[in-house]
């Protein structure tokens, strides 16, 4: 069944939950929800045709399965020279719970065929320059010693780098400085693949419901201490009202403006601050061919983690495809298919000393941001040439991306920071919960559910039916596989092989 053909415009007025926002996040709750207490009733709200059509696209994204195997930014670099590794750890974890949630659905025929979401990848990180080498050489033997990462390789030479991505020893002196790690077990993911599968099998079930091209006017809370949800579809002049007594907001960029309709306190002193993506294409197959790694290298002063560059392969609608970027926009839009007006609307009394605050604080984004803009298709395929030094300007075409709102919070000592990654909002007695940010996002979805479920139905979640059912759909819940290898090890393999990715 199509997403397309579920869409009603037979509103369920009364369900026991609504999910605004129709992306990978939505679809995670909406089908753990369904596996620990089936007679749940659920209302999918979607703006626009179809789900997955913003932030979980796979167009609009990295397609990184984030596991901390490549991305250098979530392994800082401190003044006395030493890298931390906590992050990265943690974000594996993380992922490996993501892993351990699909392979359960193929396991129980939710998915019947995971290569149409998830392939295999070899993970790189990329640098050059003696300071770039020097750091991923310490970044190496810090991560080589935790057992999540005992499979990375360290190279410095330009042949055998020319190996594992020839792409990146074409054209290059022997005697440049240059250095890579590579981690064979890495991913590539269509999260909007993996969406469409997860809604399809939630509208097939009995009490799920999904609206399309229906957009939230309002949000207030009843008397009872649910929610009421005033809804309109596109086109109509009249809105709708939806009871519920819980309400989950995973409308990526737009779901700030959401947060702010419900008035929550928790919800206050937010800001966001939207940044645009694009992306370099190929259109050589030749050169396609050639590639088969994500590599990733160091962000530029002031850039966003979000625009980390790096070269990819990407395998979406069944088509490899080779690309390059981010590179970094401004757009006062939260939503690709958002408003102009957006940022201007978002500004409150309560978080504009914040976001002021961030305005001052951060002048090196503002400038890069700018320098991003006015780069020319030549300026784009220079900083292409650092990671492949032969490549040429026809060979490649500007695509865009979508768009990540980076969240702004109160802060006590500077008044405001900007703030990167995935923060989960909820009201104190659970009865609405929010997400703002941006990655890792899609590939820590799981965790971040959890964390919504157990901060959202903390009671249900203390029972030992759902402690039961929570361990069946993610088998290492509640354990700490950073500190066990064998067990880590075991849990691993038997994801890898359900979803075909050993």
Partial sequence: M???QASTTELNNNPDVVLIGGGIMSATL??????LRPETTIQIIESLPSVALESSHAWNNAGTGHAALCEL???PQHADGSVTIDKAVKINEQFEQSKQFWAYLVEQGVIDAPEDFIRKVPHMSFVRGEDGVDFLSKRFQAMAEHHFFGEMEYSEDVAEIGKWAPLLSEGRGENEKIAATRVDGGTDIDFGSLTQILINHLVSLDGVSIATETSVRDIDR????GWKVRVR?????SSEKIYAKFVFIGAGGGSLKLLQKSGIREGKGFGGFPVSGQFLVCQDEEIIEKHAAKVYGKAAVGAPPMSVPHLDTRVIDGKKSLLFGPYAGFSPKFLKRGSVFDLVASVKPDNLGPMLAVGRDNMTLTEYLYQECV?????RVEVLREF???AEEKDWTLVTAGQRVQIIKKDPEVGGKLQFGTEVVASQDGTIAALLGASPGASTSVSIILEVLERCFADEVSSAAWQKGLKEMVSSYGE????DAGRYRSERDRADKALGIV
């Fill in 480 to 483: 700490v596989l950073a500190d």
């Fill in 388 to 390: 492949f030094p032969d």
């Fill in 30 to 35: 909406g089908v753990m929800l369904k596996q």
């Fill in 2 to 4: 199509s997403t397309q």
């Fill in 73 to 75: 930014n979530y392994t």
């Fill in 233 to 237: 579809e596109d086109g109509e002049l």
């Fill in 375 to 379: 780069n020319t298709h030549k300026d």
């Fill in 222 to 225: 009843t008397s009872e201490g």
